[in-house]
């Protein structure tokens, strides 16, 4: 059984920081990319960004984000993290981490439970 886990969304204002944190458990025996997605009210779930398991990391953004968020990983801890800075109220939305997995002897895609972020004043 493996799980996702995300933490670290809150209610911040305009032009804040938030830091969210994805940790994968279980028997995993070997994790390659992970993302980050999220879903506003009344929208359907984005990509956000997603960073590779190679060296170097390839990271890629969504437009939206571009410049005002970081995706990063320790694969130590088997954790992703997103540093969402200068915050917009259009970024307010329920976040998801997504990881493709090896566990079992097959590559399967797991997505945690969400995080809310609300970007208000």
């Known amino acids: 059984q493996v799980q996702l886990v995300e933490s670290g969304g809150g209610l911040v204002q305009p032009g804040g920081s938030l830091r969210l944190s994805c940790a994968a458990s279980?028997?995993?025996?070997?994790?390659?990319?992970m993302a980050w997605y999220r879903q506003a009210p009344g929208k359907e779930r984005e990509w956000v960004a997603s960073?590779?398991?190679?060296?170097?990391?390839?990271?890629n953004y969504a437009d939206s984000v571009k410049g005002r968020f970081t995706i990063s990983r320790d694969d130590t801890k088997n954790t992703i993290y997103l540093q969402m800075n200068s915050l917009k109220p259009e970024d307010t939305a329920v976040y998801y981490c997504?990881?493709?997995?090896?566990?079992?002897?097959?590559?399967?895609?797991?997505w945690g439970q969400g995080t809310q972020v609300t970007v208000s004043s």
């Open positions: 997504n990881a493709r997995i090896f566990v079992g002897g097959a590559w399967n895609t797991y």
């Open positions: 279980g028997s995993i025996f070997s994790i390659n990319s």
């Open positions: 960073i590779t398991a190679t060296t170097p990391r390839i990271t």
